[in-house]
């Protein structure tokens, strides 16, 4: 099963981080193990001292070029049931420049990967995932909240507030609930 993981690194040293796993993941044969690294930025137009745009000598938009989240990277591995297995998280926790996983709080404990419904947002902001869109009749399953792992038939669609209406058969009952598109999965 793959699981997304937030791994913390010296502010600035992203990108350095990014290539160096790149290189272990190959050279230490645990490339079956990590199947995607990513050091998000983000890209903003450069103003003038009068709020326009800036421009370089050649006549062309100056861009700045600035981390999402300082001083972390996203690795997408394969886990099994128990989570990481030591020797991949003993190489990535020893890479240089990580100082560790966001969600263990050292002392051999394994780091908690991030929720999938909040690490699709943050694909989504990058442009890496496209937005959903549900159509009546399609067949879903909630994958957060209190009705987490059932199963129920997409009735309606707010594009403009995100929102999902599941009817949901509960004791012979067709019941609509409406759900945040980030809790609802499509099945395939």
């Given amino acids: 099963m793959k699981r ?15 290539d160096d796993l790149e290189s272990r993941k190959n050279s230490m044969e645990i490339a079956d193990k990590i199947c995607r690294i990513l050091a ?4 903003e137009e450069v103003l003038d001292k009068y709020g326009k745009p800036a421009f370089d000598k050649a006549g062309n938009k ?11 990277i996203f690795l997408e591995m394969e886990v099994g049931d128990e ?17 560790g996983f966001l969600g263990s709080s050292g002392h051999g404990t394994k ?3 991030i929720p999938q419904d909040e690490m699709d947002k943050i694909l989504e902001q990058m442009g890496l995932k496209e937005k959903t869109i549900f159509l009546p009749g399609d067949k879903v399953k909630i994958v957060s909240g209190s009705f987490i792992d059932t199963e129920g038939v997409v009735e309606k669609y707010d594009e403009d507030k995100n929102i999902v209406t599941v009817i949901i058969d509960m004791l012979g009952s067709s019941i609509p609930s409406e759900f945040d598109a980030q809790a609802v999965r499509k099945i395939v």
């Fill in 62 to 72: 100056k861009v700045k070029i600035s981390k999402l989240f300082p001083g972390y």
């Fill in 111 to 113: 780091p908690v990967p």
């Fill in 40 to 43: 998000p930025d983000k890209e």
């Fill in 4 to 18: 997304w993981y937030v791994v913390q690194t010296y502010s600035g040293y992203e990108n350095s981080v990014l």
């Fill in 83 to 99: 989570g990481i297995d030591d020797n991949t998280w003993f190489i990535i926790r020893n890479t240089p420049k990580v100082t």
